[in-house]
């Protein structure tokens, strides 16, 4: 292994929950940043707390709960955002302010409407109140990817000269070339004086697909921090993927002179956290986390790993979390079996009660599914419901015919009350839908919709996520069953006992980067 280290700055909840539908609670960012300390990130850029009271009390709960990564919280180059991100960062053990300012002709004058000279001050000014508050300072000129390079190294070198210990060069709009963006992290390392003073860093859009790419292209020139998000996540077409980042860098040790930190056997399970919380489904064919990333299916390549892996395996499974070992999981599976298995995927519960919990459910799935496969129990282990309900489910029936309207009945107990109701919709899911509205009275609107198979075939367990809106507060909710109705019911319920409980949730009220 190289000994220079490749520091891994997540931003799955800050960029990634910017993505346009992926708004998350609180539960489920800690549920995230609990996975990426487990991963070993070593950064992790919990939100931007000025943006709503809700970013603020997620960086805040992050803050005092996971030890094992540093901190980050986000402000633009104002008074204002510094001292909210400092708040925000109070319990930390290592934190970070990363605060930023755009540095493009096109930004300074359409946006910012400042002259160079100003974005210079204003950025030095901020850096020097952020260090008040901790040492750990990172500085984004924004859209440096459209920057004057003339310009970005007179404003890096001021932020360097103010305090700044992390110079962070993204591309904002995906607009650079592998080689171009290369170029760029070896110019600017060679032309500022002081760089040798900070660690550079790069943060890649992938308008074009070359998040990826060009991070590696930035590596390859000499920057030691990427920031990525789980499965890709991000504004837009998303930032560069972190599972991608980590496995070339670690498979192409005869290329890299470094590596990163990451334990790469958690990569599979936050990849399925972080779709399951999104509603975003990972593309099949998706690198590294893609169902098909380790299928063969084409019999010369079957022949081919079973006479020897390496013929058509860069990578092995094993090492993002997946066994492949021929330990198959079915209802008559025992305690012993089921802990190895977990423990073969990392995904071992720190508890005995959650254990307990876990084995439970997985009884309840083998109950209605013939084989359980890894896929299933990752994603059981990754499905926690919120706490004491006020919403259970009790009972349903639903029937479709053709030339028919479909109609569902459904049971729910409210706070202890059994309570029914029976109602008509376009389609199977949107009658159980109506009825649980006449039970509820929620009068919340649901804004997104997603099923996603968790294995192939027709037993395969369906998971659902719904997002619903009221009074302008999101929530999300998710349910995964081998009947997908069911799972939708599940979800919904989920969604509707955060908005009992939490009603004035504002993960939705967002002030945009
Ligand atoms: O894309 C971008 O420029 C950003 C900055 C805040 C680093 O997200
Ligand atoms: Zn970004």
Request: aromatic share 6%.
């Amino acid at each position: 292994m190289n000994n220079e280290n490749l520091i891994i700055f997540d931003t799955t909840l800050r960029d990634g929950e910017q993505s346009p539908g992926a708004s998350m609670d609180i539960d489920e960012k800690m549920q995230i940043a609990y996975a990426l300390e487990e991963l070993n990130v070593d950064i992790i850029e919990a939100g931007f707390p000025i943006a709503s009271q809700s970013d603020f009390k997620a960086v805040q709960e992050i803050s005092r709960n996971i030890k094992g990564s540093s901190i980050c919280a986000l402000a633009r180059a104002l008074e204002k955002d510094i001292e909210r991100a400092a708040d925000s960062l109070i319990d930390a053990k290592s934190p970070r302010i990363h605060t930023f300012i755009a540095t493009s002709p096109i930004h300074m004058e359409k946006k910012l409407k400042m002259q160079p000279s100003e974005v210079i001050k204003t950025a030095v000014d901020a850096i020097a109140l952020a260090k008040n508050f901790t040492n750990d300072i990172e500085f984004s000129p924004e859209d440096a990817g459209r920057s004057d390079l003339d310009f970005l190294c007179d404003v890096i070198e001021s932020a360097i000269d103010a305090g700044a210990n992390t110079i962070n060069i993204p591309d904002t709009v995906g607009y650079n070339l592998p080689h171009q963006f290369g170029d760029l992290i070896h110019k600017i390392i060679k032309n500022v004086s002081n760089s040798n003073k900070a660690i550079f860093s790069v943060h890649c859009h992938n308008d074009f697909g070359l998040a990826v790419g060009n991070s590696l292209s930035a590596v390859l020139n000499g920057a030691r921090q990427v920031e990525c998000t789980i499965n890709g996540l991000g504004e837009r077409a998303g930032n560069a993927a972190l599972e991608e980042i980590v496995m070339t860098v670690r498979t192409r040790q005869d290329i890299f002179n470094c590596d990163t930190r990451i334990n790469s056997k958690m990569i599979m399970k936050s990849s399925r956290l972080v779709s399951g919380i999104t509603g975003f489904p990972v593309q099949p064919n998706k690198a590294i986390v893609g169902k098909n990333a380790f299928a063969h299916e084409s019999g010369i390549h079957q022949d081919g790993i079973i006479k020897s892996r390496e013929t058509y395996e860069i990578m092995r499974a094993e090492d993002i979390g997946l066994v492949s070992n021929s330990l198959v999981l079915g209802k008559h599976s025992g305690r012993n079996a089921f802990k190895q298995k977990l423990i073969d995927l990392n995904i071992m519960p720190k508890t005995s009660s959650e254990f307990e919990d876990l084995f439970y459910k997985f009884k309840d799935l083998a109950d209605k599914k013939h084989e359980i496969f890894d896929e299933d129990l990752i994603n059981l282990s990754s499905n926690l419901s919120v706490t004491a309900n006020l919403i259970n489910f009790n009972y349903m029936n639903v029937v479709t015919e053709s030339g028919k309207k479909p109609s569902a009945l459904i049971k729910l107990e409210v706070d202890g009350e059994l309570l029914e109701a029976e109602s008509k919709g376009d389609g199977a899911v949107d009658a159980a839908f109506n009825a649980i509205e006449e039970i509820i009275q929620s009068n919340c609107k649901l804004i997104l919709y997603s099923v996603n198979n968790i294995t192939s075939g027709t037993d395969s367990q369906g998971e659902v996520t719904v997002r619903i809106t009221k009074d302008k507060s999101t929530y999300n909710g998710h349910g995964a069953d081998t009947d997908i109705v069911k799972a939708s019911v599940l979800a919904l319920i989920n969604a509707l006992n955060k908005l009992k409980q939490n009603p004035n949730q504002d993960s939705s009220k967002k002030r945009g980067v």
